[in-house]
Antibody, heavy 118, light 110 residues
Framework: QVQLVESGGGLVKPGGSLRLSCAAS????????MSWIRQAPGKGLEWVSY????????YYADSVKGRFTISRDNAKNSLYLQMNSLRAEDTAVYYC???????????WGQGTLVTVSS | SYVLTQPPSVSVAPGQTARITCGGN??????VHWYQQKPGQAPVLVVY???DRPSGIPERFSGSNSGNTATLTISRVEAGDEADYYC?????????????FGGGTKLTVL
């Protein structure tokens, strides 16, 4: 079955860096766009970034542009999010999700928690 | 940037119909997608492209979209439908273009 498993979350100090990974299985990863979406504690969903199947097209939310970098390795069926210059407001559960042609997300991974605190 | 507005909460008795709205400027010209999120769980797609249902989603879930309002309708509401619901669109008209989520609606089953 289609599965997405995130990893790499944890506690990091403000200004620090973290790299999230998302391992995909059960589908042809290289055929799909992928995305990262986050959810701060007790808050709603916030889209973070989006990458095309080849990696040639990338979009970022204004809140992370210049600090976060999305990438993928189709040979390893993996999606990544490099997060630099982290701030307290980046504290959230980060989900990876498969993007369908109409720009909807299905399925989502279980999420990984990133906490930015001194 | 494009904004989607949802009511913070909707309450309904079991067996009744719940309607959750998602407002946006000329949202009827966009495709709207809906997600259900139960506490401690990842979101699940329940409606895509305004009114289509993924496999495994009950027919009780339906959607519509016209003018400035999209609506998720849940018929014959059950206790298990209690969750947060989010609408989502792709905004290609703003700079930068990207994904927009509504603020979410908490559905309470009385």
């Amino acid at each position: 079955q289609v599965q997405l498993v995130e990893s790499g979350g944890g506690l990091v100090k403000p200004g620090g860096s973290l790299r999230l990974s998302c391992a995909a299985s059960g589908f042809t990863f290289s055929d799909y766009y992928m995305s990262w979406i986050r959810q701060a504690p007790g808050k709603g969903l916030e889209w973070v970034s989006y990458i095309s199947s080849s990696g040639s097209t990338i979009y970022y939310a204004d809140s992370v542009k210049g600090r976060f970098t999305i990438s993928r390795d189709n040979a390893k069926n993996s999606l990544y999010l490099q997060m630099n210059s982290l701030r307290a407001e980046d504290t959230a559960v980060y989900y990876c999700a498969r993007v369908h042609w109409g720009n909807w997300f299905d399925p989502w991974g279980q999420g990984t928690l990133v906490t930015v605190s001194s | 940037s494009y904004v989607l507005t949802q009511p913070p909460s909707v309450s309904v008795a079991p067996g009744q119909t719940a309607r959750i709205t998602c407002g946006g400027n000329n949202i009827g010209s966009k495709s709207v997608h809906w997600y259900q999120q139960k506490p401690g769980q990842a979101p699940v797609l329940v409606v895509y492209d305004d009114s289509d249902r993924p496999s495994g989603i009950p027919e009780r879930f339906s959607g519509s979209n016209s003018g400035n309002t999209a609506t998720l309708t849940i018929s014959r509401v059950e206790a298990g439908d209690e969750a947060d619901y989010y609408c989502q669109v792709w905004d290609s008209s703003s700079d930068p273009r990207g994904v927009v989520f509504g603020g979410g609606t908490k559905l309470t089953v009385l």
